[in-house]
């Protein structure tokens, strides 16, 4: 459908590429442009190649979900323009803060996807350390609780003298990702009001999906999210989320300003949950055929493949990087299926850093007690 | 005594010996020269000063030097005698004066209040100020003692940050961290917004970049709102992390009753916290503790919540400063005794102490344990004592239902079960909300109600 067309491109958004494909920066997008010539060849192969396998990776572990294999999947289809586009805005020394969708932000940080499906899956709460998987921190399952630890993270750089040295090799920045339903929780309030109070180097990556499970955005906010900012008296931009290469741009620029010294900023990426909010949800109760479609026509996958064409990028590219999603997903399915339960000591284990008498107490008795079952048998 | 009531928001349950309280003499209050606009133009030259970073880095964490908007975190709290005698006259408890004025809302009150007295008794701390030579044992109050336990962890980690609502100039509504703010700076004592999730939340995150943050929440009603970052994060933060990560947090809280405050300002919330894994819990009932274990809970690893009688915060008692024999979750007996086992912690162990004496003299003995730790807690005094006694009552401010006293009856009738030789007795707050503190008196457990409980214990 052609509804989605420039007419209805919102004159207060940042966007790069038309719902077609076409590069043709809107008048907000002026600003960004320069953050574009960072980006090598390679880059732009690497945001559809990562986008592409995130999506393929995401319905795999659905599949596997539906099969009894996970307790819970999160989709991330239809947000891989806002993700891989932010993603690759920051450093390594960054530090990322993600809400529990961001995926492939963790991959693109060097987490093993199969990391997070252990988590699902129940094996573990956690599932990585982060100081070992590109400062990606763990999933925060509490809406907003992990706003406020991005920015206590952010207030930590400050205080190391880590941030405004002028060497943006060495300046550290965060970016916390959250959803338009956190951002009706008080911690994301606070959040913004302890960043803007100590002028934390962070971005507020605020993906707009339009949906918190079955309750729509107008619901959340009266006003536009991104106009929120300057109530907290930080800057506020909405970038078009499904266009990869606003995403990047955008997002590239405020973690420069944060890295600098400049503050907080946030950001309202426009995107849409086209799957379920988790395999528990059906979205078909609450919203029309007739939106999904139109958000479909806006696919982030699609819109950017048609620019890559026009630069001339190659059928050969596109086949060999659906084999290599298809790997990748076959992979991670495989070597899931392969965790086993932990044993019991996880649940005792990490409680506390120091002995604890109680728990101490309470493991001995519980190996006791499974033991006896072993020599009742023998 | 009245003058001493007159003086403090404190202290229906008194002390044995009425040389344990602070005295305050109106002669202090005369002499003491400096005003509230003194004091911030001397800790702004000391700050900037001082200043480590160049200012565009850590521009947030820099006080204004401007002193006119500095003073606006500081209470006017100008002496006015007229308006003292015309609240006398509206009959206003002299001690709710005192109360409001120390809780820092002098500010917001429509009267002005007189400064509060410990404020203007307190040496005042300055970084450059010499002390006196002074020996092992010092006597200091409660609140004297954090305050030196405070100042020593700061001088002696430097990734040791205070973070709190009213904490660096004003040196917290209480007083507790006085002076840390003008001799550690800005960077290390944190005048936060007004948000105690945010407060905890931002800890969580400084934890993870390796700082040891101390957050002191206002008042014991005030620390709900950080309840999920506490419960639902901070507890199971290294948990969730494999023990990648240590969450070493201490929340200070100042709690319970006795004070003659308005509502939430009198609560005893600490079995929400002892009943949730991954956290510490503490309370110290007198200075030589107070000064120790907060140093202790700051050297953890473990998130700890420490609780402070802030009805004790003004009781002076001896400290030793170069001799620490407990470790952190150490009970103690705090008087020996043979008829019958009594158990508190935090303010209510002055309460048995003094319950002990009335018992004594009517030839009955009581054995005192202070718990000091009531997560964990350590029961081997505890049980050693009731196979002597054979009569265990225990003695908190908090509701009774589900609380730290159930927990330990029901853990002495698990294990001391046949040296009972009556049932475990509670002595606690009603399962009520806390009252209005004119009838908190009644509410809150005292010497005869404890005698009352030793009484029925010693009937069986």
Redesign the interface.
Known sequence: MAATNDTQRPTDTVQLLTVDGRFQPSDPAAEYLPYLERLTESDYRRFYRDMVVVRRFDHESANLQRQGQLALWVPSHGQEAAQVGSAYAARPQDHIFPSYREHVVGMIRGLDPVNILRMLRGV???GW???ENGNF??Y?L?LG?Q???????????????K???GDPEKDEAVIVYFGDGASSQ??VS??L??AA????PQVFFLQNNQWAISVPVERQSRTPLYLRGSGFGIPGTRVDGNDVLASYAVTAKWLDEARA?EGPALIEAMTYRVGAHTTADDPTKYRTDEELQSWIARDPIARYRAYLADLGVGESFFAAVDEEAADLAADARRRLLEVTPPPMDVIF??????P????TEQKEWAQRYEASFDEERA | MSDVNQSYPVIDDRPENEDDIVEVHEAELIDEPSTAEDEIVVEDAVVVDDEPEPADITAGFTVNADPDAALGDVPKTEFDGEAAEQIAAEEIAAEQIAAESVAGYAAEAPVEAEPAPEQAAAPVHTPDAPRAPEGPIVSLPLGKAINRGLRDALANDPKVLLMGEDIGPLGGVYRVTEGLHAEFGPQRVLDTPLAESGILGTAIGLAMRGYRPVCEIQFDGFIFPAFDQITTQLSRMRNRHEGTVTMPIVIRVPYGGHIGSIEHHSESPEAYFAHTPGLRVVAPSNSHDAYWMIQEAIASDDPVLFFEPKSRYFVKSEINLTENASPLHSARVARAGTDVTVVAYGAMVSTLLHAADLAAEEGKSLEVIDLRSVSPIDFTPVLDSVRKTGRLVVVQEAAGNASVGSEIAATVAERAFYSLEAPVIRVSGFDTPYPPSKVEGMFLPDADRVLEAVDRSLSY
Do not use: K
């Open positions: 573990t709460l956690g350390n982060p100081a921190h763990l925060s509490v609780t706003s406020l630890h991005s920015t206590g993270y952010a207030m930590g750089i400050q205080l190391d003298g941030a405004g040295t008080g911690d606070e959040a009001v302890f109070s100590y002028r934390t010294g284990d990490h409680v506390y850093a120091e604890h008498p109680l728990v």
